[in-house]
């Protein structure tokens, strides 16, 4: 019989595979989780009574936004990383993760929490813990740009400008309505001429407000903009979305938002493992809703089966959100 006391010492694919309690670490970003103490006490006390070992606590710092804690744990041996903060901190827990066999546990905080929320994970925490004790886990692929990764999105024109625009304060009271009132600032801004390359077809030249790279398919407040994009098939959708007025725009958020929809006018959806997107000027860009620096490439590699990740069971299904509470 495995011991929590055996569980810190073996590796995290024997710890995962081995039906025995994991060691585990929690990355917390202290400015976007409140109740701290709360929480860890929470967590240490559901894991104890599963029999597993209490978990290492990580704290994110503006220096290191969960990067480093994250690759610190798996140096550390642990099986399972749960995650407490918003997007960003996910992504950058998810660039110390990307090729381990550490699994991602999100307890979504903060705003956004897109991952969360396409894979069907709950929003309460001791439902988020009882996922990994229930040894729910899938293996999904990851984007990578500069050597940065990102599980849900890449974004490059209005989509990523819309981001760096919505102030954090009005985000935290609104949540997701706070992109709403970004975007109506950018609706007017210039269309960008741009050349879409994808694997080793024909080049795409078109003039779009934005492109946007999926490797699943919703958006803030759950619009599922790419309904066929599959986290876990080697290929990411990508978007681009050419509306040329305010009419374009809501005859093209008509459409997104309509139940079983088809073609939707004035986007066009490519899907392979390697886009090459290059504008004519410098473009805001976008990675899982953290903006990087402004340039008129973005250039996403798809990294099949990059990271594991704790979901509903049953683990077996094809669908990643089967068995949530929260699907649409």
């Known amino acids: 019989m495995t011991t929590p006391q055996d569980a810190t010492t073996q590796p995290a694919a024997e ?32 894991l104890a009574e599963a029999g597993w070992p209490e978990p290492a606590w990580l704290e994110t710092t503006a220096e ?54 396409n894979l069907g994970v709950p929003t309460d925490t001791i439902e988020g813990v009882q996922l990994a004790l229930d040894r729910g886990r899938r293996v999904v692929d990851l984007g990578e740009v500069e050597g940065k990764t990102f599980a849900v999105m890449a974004g490059m024109g209005l989509d990523a400008a819309m981001v760096d625009d919505a ?38 030249r078109r003039r779009a407000r934005t492109v946007i790279v999926g490797n699943v398919g919703r958006l803030q407040g759950g619009v599922n903009l790419l309904p066929d994009a599959e986290p876990d098939n080697g290929q990411m959708d990508v978007a681009v979305l050419a509306p040329r007025n305010l009419g374009h725009w809501i005859q093209t958020a008509f459409h997104v938002l309509r139940p079983g929809r ?40 798809v990294r099949p089966d990059a990271l594991w990740v704790c979901v509903y069971q049953p683990d077996t299904s094809e669908d990643l959100a089967e068995g949530s509470t929260e699907q649409d």
Do not use: W
Request: proline letters at 6%; glycine letters at 12%; hydrophobic letters at 40%.
């Open 64 to 117: 290191d936004p969960g990067t480093g804690q994250a690759e610190q744990a798996v140096e550390d041996g642990a099986a399972v990383v749960f995650v407490a903060g918003g997007d960003g901190t996910v992504r950058a827990c998810i660039d110390g993760l990307a090729g381990t066999e550490t699994a991602l546990a999100i307890l979504p905080g903060g705003t956004g929490n897109l991952l969360a929320t």
């Open 167 to 204: 102030p954090t304060k009005l985000k935290a009271v609104l949540g997701p309505v706070a992109y709403v009132f970004s975007a109506l600032k950018h609706l007017n801004d210039a269309e960008m001429k741009v050349e879409v390359q994808v694997d080793d077809y024909p080049v795409l």
């Open 262 to 301: 088809n073609k939707v006018p004035n986007m066009e959806v490519l899907r392979g493992s390697r886009i090459t997107v290059t504008s004519d000027r410098p473009q805001p860009r976008q990675l899982d809703g953290d903006v990087i620096e402004e340039s008129a490439t973005l250039d996403v590699t």
């Open 15 to 46: 710890q995962r595979d081995g039906g025995g309690p994991l060691r585990t670490a929690v990355i917390v970003n202290p400015n976007r989780v409140e109740g701290l103490d709360e929480l860890r006490a929470g967590i240490t006390e559901q």
